[in-house]
């Protein structure tokens, strides 16, 4: 399957900070990006979608102020968690869909982040 | 309603057994259709994609039943390795959305 990179895997932060995520689909050309949080024994819930060169469609719920999203080129989407609470903790995971010889509408996930605020 | 369901399970089953899941999804307007299998802590991976014809991929197969919106995942032979929670996809093209089921669980046991 074509494959997604995410980074970092793993990160611990204090309340009140700043946590930025990357997404990266490495060897196709991601038009869409999608982002979700997933808690511990739970499915996963989509946070937003993310379409390169154009503003980030949230879900509902989903303060679009707190979770910054920013496609900025086909292969990259970065999820920026402000002002992180011990709330946000959560495991962070991006998708990628786009046209890699596969049918288009397929999604291939990153690894995850797993967030704890501290 | 919600757009995907599935049962939750587990499903819990021995070496060698054939265990069938079934998803079910409300929107008829649905057009690609997905399995995907999560292990505890990581992301999900893409399993097989489910086509109108229905498909097989060694020990799997799924199914695409439009007329009913359901899908259903076939495991032939279970091993130990296939214990996992399996998620159903739903992908609609003109909304560019993905919609996931809650996700069955599967153990096989020796």
């Known amino acids: 399957g074509a494959v997604v990179s995410q980074h970092p895997s793993r990160v611990i932060c204090k309340s009140g900070t700043s946590v930025k995520i990357e997404c990266r689909s490495l060897?196709?050309?991601?038009?869409?990006m999608f982002w979700y949080r997933q808690f511990p024994k739970k499915s996963l819930m989509l946070m937003a979608t993310?379409?390169?060169?154009?503003?980030?469609?949230?879900e509902q719920g989903v303060e679009k102020d707190k979770f910054l999203i920013n496609h900025a080129s086909l292969t990259l989407s970065t999820l920026t968690v402000t002002s992180a609470h011990p709330e946000d903790s959560s495991f962070y995971i991006c998708?990628?869909?786009?046209?890699?010889?596969?049918?288009?509408?397929?999604?291939?996930f990153g690894p995850g982040t797993r967030l704890t605020v501290t | 309603r919600k757009e995907v369901e599935q049962d939750p399970g587990p499903f819990n089953v021995p070496e060698g057994a054939t265990v069938a899941f079934n998803c079910t999804y409300s929107?008829?307007?649905?057009?690609?259709f997905f399995w995907y299998r999560q292990d505890c802590r990581k992301e999900p991976k893409l399993l097989m994609s489910?086509?109108?014809s229905g498909n097989e991929d060694g020990r799997f197969t799924a199914q695409l039943n439009r007329a009913s919106q359901y899908i259903s995942l076939l495991i032939r032979d279970s091993k130990l390795s296939d214990s996992a929670t399996y998620l159903c996809?739903?992908?609609?093209?003109?909304?560019?959305?993905?919609?996931f089921g809650s996700g069955t669980k599967l153990n096989v046991k020796p």
């Open positions: 996809v739903v992908n609609r093209y003109n909304f560019n959305k993905f919609y």
């Open positions: 998708s990628a869909a786009g046209y890699s010889g596969r049918a288009a509408s397929e999604q291939y």
């Open positions: 489910v086509y109108s």
């Open positions: 929107n008829s307007a649905s057009q690609s």
């Open positions: 993310s379409n390169e060169g154009s503003k980030a469609t949230y």
């Open positions: 060897d196709f050309q991601a038009t869409t």
